[in-house]
């Protein structure tokens, strides 16, 4: 599953480990995020993430 | 000086910073030094926007004095953690420990590590409305506008919003407002600290100001942490920003070198007189002398940018290697580029400064120019001629 990086902050979303402090588990792709989840070091919408 | 009234019952009640000289370590030149604006609501509760630096918190402690005693406030406003708005906080807080604070979610988690407390801060969201008593307080996150914490603050009821570090500038004045000063100076800091500050988050911008215009409020005065207060005309401000935002450019080029012996210097005044003889202006910087905080700002609405070093070490000299470092990131769309520079042997000045046009994003327009030792007639006017098509390319005629 491909990494996604801000491109505001470069926080990296990695698939394998979700995104805990939105609940979001372990193992779900980028594409599957919420359309309202946010980078969570910075808060840039989904649109400003680029693939790895 | 007294604490000035922006609004019947809002008072200024800021510090202004004659001094400063170096903002936020040496990454800023603050020639004109700066003001931490404070803002104090008088209502049924009495309510404090933004802060100042912790070095101002006698000046601000005794303006607000003079308008209600310092336990008196019940709120605090933290639009923004960073420390010229929190630093006076601590302080603060010890004279009017039971003012409740409100601020973001980043903004508490932030305090928290900066001083051991977040005082209770209550979380507060886009859209959540204070009231105050005659008057409501609306908050409107602003993430990276620009830290993660950032937010405004607006006021229906007074037309005002208090965008924090957002439309402000670096500017010391006696004046609160932008009637009362040099047009030229204040548009100067505002791109400035645009260009230094805020630049390489304009997708973030543009889709904020995008989000406040379709709320459809009235803002007839905006009210910045920094500098002066936008009432004559908001929008100009504000349009500014959309145009910054938007990479909108002129007819300009920004020539950046660093020599060792005098051939790229050579080099480079060749190729800004080719630039100016072909009708479009030209900044040319020798980057050991110059002040970076200017230099970005004179960047910000150029076209083009052309950067020249000697070869040191097999690549670029390390004052102009650093400079390079504020393209990492700002992806500056619609810019063209090119690259000059002279070496004794093998070159690596020019690759490595390829290299950076390359990873920001930037267009090089015309094959790079590398001479050895130092240039002769054909090779100055080579420059001379790579001036000249550039400027052609920057106006569209070629
Ligand atoms: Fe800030
Ligand atoms: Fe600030």
Redesign the pocket.
């Known amino acids: 599953m491909d990494k996604y990086r801000c491109t505001v902050c470069g926080y990296i979303y990695d698939p394998a480990l979700g995104d805990p402090t939105a609940s979001i588990a372990a193992g779900t792709p980028f594409d599957k995020l919420p359309a309202t989840w946010v980078c969570p070091e910075c808060g840039a919408p989904k649109e400003m993430f680029e693939k790895v | 000086m007294r604490p000035v009234e922006i609004k019947k019952g809002i008072y200024w009640v800021g510090a202004v910073d004659w001094d400063i000289r170096t903002f936020h370590g040496n990454t800023y030149s603050t020639k004109r030094g700066t003001t931490y604006n404070s803002y104090l609501i008088i209502d049924d509760k009495v309510t404090l926007v933004d802060g100042v630096l912790a070095s101002f918190a006698g000046e601000q402690i005794e303006r607000i004095r003079e308008i209600v005693p310092v336990e008196k406030i019940d709120y605090i406003i933290v639009n923004?953690i960073?420390p010229?708005h929190s630093g006076a906080l601590p302080g603060l807080m010890k004279l009017c420990p039971k003012a409740k604070l409100f601020g973001t979610a980043k903004s508490k988690e932030g305090l928290s590590r900066m001083y051991g407390t977040d005082w209770g801060l209550q979380v507060v969201k886009t859209g959540e409305k204070l009231n105050i008593g005659k008057r409501n307080l609306t908050f409107i996150e602003a993430p990276m506008i620009?830290?993660p914490d950032s937010m405004f603050t607006y006021c229906a009821e007074e037309e005002l919003l208090l965008p924090n570090?957002a439309f402000g500038q670096h500017y010391a004045t006696s004046e609160r407002f932008d009637d009362g000063t040099d047009q030229c100076a204040l548009m100067d800091e505002a791109g400035k600290y645009y260009a230094n500050i805020l630049w390489p988050l304009g997708g973030m911008i543009a889709r904020k100001i995008d989000e406040i215009l379709k709320m459809n409020i009235s803002i007839k005065m905006i009210a910045p942490s920094h500098g002066i207060i936008w009432r004559r005309d908001p929008m100009k401000i504000i349009n500014s920003y959309i145009s910054w935002t938007k990479n909108e450019t002129k007819p300009k080029a920004v020539v950046i070198f660093e020599t060792m012996w005098g051939s790229t210097e050579m080099m480079a005044r060749k190729i800004t007189e080719g630039l100016t003889d072909g009708g479009v202006e030209v900044k040319l910087f020798d980057i050991t002398r110059s002040d970076r905080t200017e230099v970005n700002n004179q960047m910000l609405d150029a076209r083009c940018f052309v950067f020249g070093s000697s070869t040191h070490d097999n690549g670029m000299l390390s004052t102009l290697a650093g400079f390079l470092e504020f393209l990492n990131g700002l992806k500056p769309k619609g810019r063209i580029g090119a690259a000059f520079g002279s070496c004794g042997w093998a070159g690596g000045a020019i690759p490595a400064i390829e290299q950076v046009l390359k990873e920001a994003g930037i267009e090089l327009a015309l094959p790079s120019i590398s001479v050895k030792y130092v240039p002769d007639q054909d090779e100055l006017k080579k420059c001379y001629e790579m001036g000249v098509e550039l400027a052609k390319k920057i106006t569209g005629k070629a």
């Open positions: 923004h960073e010229d620009h830290w570090d």
